[in-house]
């Protein structure tokens, strides 16, 4: 039962470089998001896609690019980096964005800006 | 607007004693309500949630949440706390009929269960 898997589960990166972070979920879901999580606040809505084909701005979306590229996989891209975007990146998915089903959440990667 | 309060960062709770984790929400309408429980250097997990019905919530691992509409909260309980259960915990609503709007997160609750 794999669930919800995010690559890579750390990375260094220094300013101005790019990267992308992937992640893929093997249950069907039509709904996948991403989170930046930093201490003290909370879980930040980046972007989502509600669906295969869509995808919308969350909370914080500046000085990020994602790709539905499948029913199951859901991208995130870093096209020049910042210290600012050091984090914790959550990607998570559910069954439809407008049920009462909860989310599922992959474990995370962990990126620093130097 | 949808929004949700976890006025407290911190719980400290001694092992055997019951514990509460509070949260407070605002949507229009009606709302769909969630808890999750976070380890570690894991991501998070679903514990419980609240869609209609019995106002008390039984989820995993004993806990579980009252909803009250007229405070519009959405508390969660343990009757008997384990050190194991120390972790972030983190409410969320989303309102119901809202189409595809996502869940809003509160800041977390870190709780400490001391033996």
């Known amino acids: 039962n794999a669930g919800v898997t995010q690559t890579p589960k750390f990375q260094v990166l220094k300013t101005g470089q790019s990267m992308t972070l992937q992640c893929a979920q093997d249950?069907?879901?039509?709904?996948m998001y991403w989170y930046r999580q930093d201490p003290g606040m909370g879980l930040r809505l980046i972007y989502y896609s509600a669906s295969e084909g869509t995808t919308d701005k969350g909370e914080v979306p500046n000085g990020y690019n994602v790709s539905r590229l499948n029913k199951r996989e859901f991208s995130l891209r870093l096209e020049s980096a910042a210290p600012s975007q050091t984090s914790v990146y959550f990607c998570a998915s559910t069954v439809t964005g407008d049920s009462n089903q909860p989310q599922h959440f992959g474990d995370g990667t962990r990126l620093s800006i130097l | 607007a949808q929004s949700v309060a976890q006025p407290e960062d911190q719980v400290n709770v001694a092992e055997g004693n019951p514990l509460t984790v509070k949260c407070t929400y605002s949507v229009s309408g009606n709302p769909y309500l969630f808890w999750y429980v976070q380890y570690p250097n894991r991501g998070l997990q679903f514990l419980l949630k609240y869609i209609t019905g019995d106002n008390l919530v039984k989820g995993s691992y004993g806990f579980e949440a009252e909803f009250n509409k007229s405070q519009t909260s959405f508390h969660l309980k343990k009757p008997s706390a384990l050190v194991s259960d120390s972790a972030l915990y983190f409410c969320?609503?989303?309102?119901?009929?809202?189409?595809?709007?996502?869940?809003?997160f509160g800041k977390g609750t870190r709780l400490s269960v001391i033996a």
């Open positions: 249950m069907n879901h039509n709904s």
């Open positions: 969320a609503v989303r309102a119901r009929y809202s189409g595809n709007t996502p869940l809003v």
